[in-house]
């Protein structure tokens, strides 16, 4: 079901558990950012002291806890100090990463992530496809799961964020069945639709903002609208009013393929922006 943002879950006894397990945590905040339906929703964060690069593919951010609405990113380390009590009652709002190697927790994506998040949150994912584009470390891809999505595929250029993207998978025990990643190049959608399995995708996502050469963000538009049955399309990372990381491209683009109905945003501290648009028909 998708989120009641007028029912947020009080997750202050995990924080606390998290706080005692490493005692030089910070709680770096505890704020709110906008939701598409105008109300606030809830964003925290924890991270221990420290850079926590250790020459990995993907450094180690030392994030240990992340929440960004009804849903927290959870530390793996600590499963095991967690009560089964909490863990049980928890049980649909806690999403395990396997030492925080994930990009979403990158200083520069922090603010950018929890919106496109939470805005998949906010969608009614049951029996859903949902084409996760630009996947990194598939963070939405185990958000769509953790919300009940029948089914995910994972699409990311690079191969090293695999391994910590089969770790997450492991971790949470996602079916393997229901959870596809293809590894391949936005600009070549006909290749990428190709390798897509039935049911076809639903919704679309894509976290990459106008942030890198080639407009890979602009690419997954185009990829997307080739897919008759995506009906929404998520787009974030990117800076409201920013003369060059600003949404409108975007937004011209997926309403000029068909993508016109029922804009709505999210954004936090008035700067960063995340938003949704439904295909008409």
């Known amino acids: 079901m998708p ?8 997750f202050l006894p995990i924080r606390k558990i998290v706080a005692q397990s490493y005692p030089h945590t910070t709680h770096l905040r505890s704020n709110r950012f906008g939701g598409p339906d105008g109300k606030y929703v809830p964003f925290e964060v924890n991270r221990t002291e420290g850079w926590g690069d250790d020459n990995s593919a993907i450094p180690d951010y030392r994030f240990r806890y992340v929440r960004a609405g009804n849903l ?10 967690i009560p089964n009590d909490l863990l049980s009652q928890y049980s649909n709002s806690i999403i ?7 990009v979403f927790c990158e200083p520069t994506h922090l603010q950018y992530s929890p919106l496109t998040i939470h805005a998949l949150t906010t969608l009614d994912l049951r029996s859903k496809h949902v084409l996760d584009l630009g996947a990194a470390d598939g963070i939405l891809s185990l958000t769509a799961m953790k919300s009940g999505a029948r089914r995910t595929t994972a699409v990311e250029l690079h191969k090293e964020y695999f391994p910590y993207y089969a770790n997450h998978q492991r971790l949470n025990q996602f079916d393997e069945e229901r ?15 190709s390798e897509i399995e039935s049911p076809t995708p639903d919704i679309a996502v894509a976290n990459i903002g106008p942030w890198y050469k080639g407009d890979p963000h602009l690419s997954a538009i185009r990829l997307a609208a080739k897919i008759p049955t995506v009906k929404t399309f998520i787009a974030g990372a990117f800076i409201k009013d920013h003369p ?7 937004i011209d683009l997926l309403k000029s393929l068909g993508f016109n109905a029922n804009y709505r945003q999210l954004t936090f501290d008035g700067v960063c922006l995340a938003f949704m648009l439904d295909r008409e028909g």
């Open 72 to 81: 927290v990113f959870i530390d793996h380390n600590l499963m095991s100090k």
């Open 3 to 10: 989120t009641n943002p007028n029912r947020w879950r009080d």
């Open 179 to 193: 959870m596809t990643y293809l590894f391949g190049d936005l600009s070549e959608p006909d290749k990428i639709i």
């Open 244 to 250: 060059e990381k600003n949404p409108d491209d975007a």
């Open 96 to 102: 395990w990463l396997w030492r925080f190697q994930s």
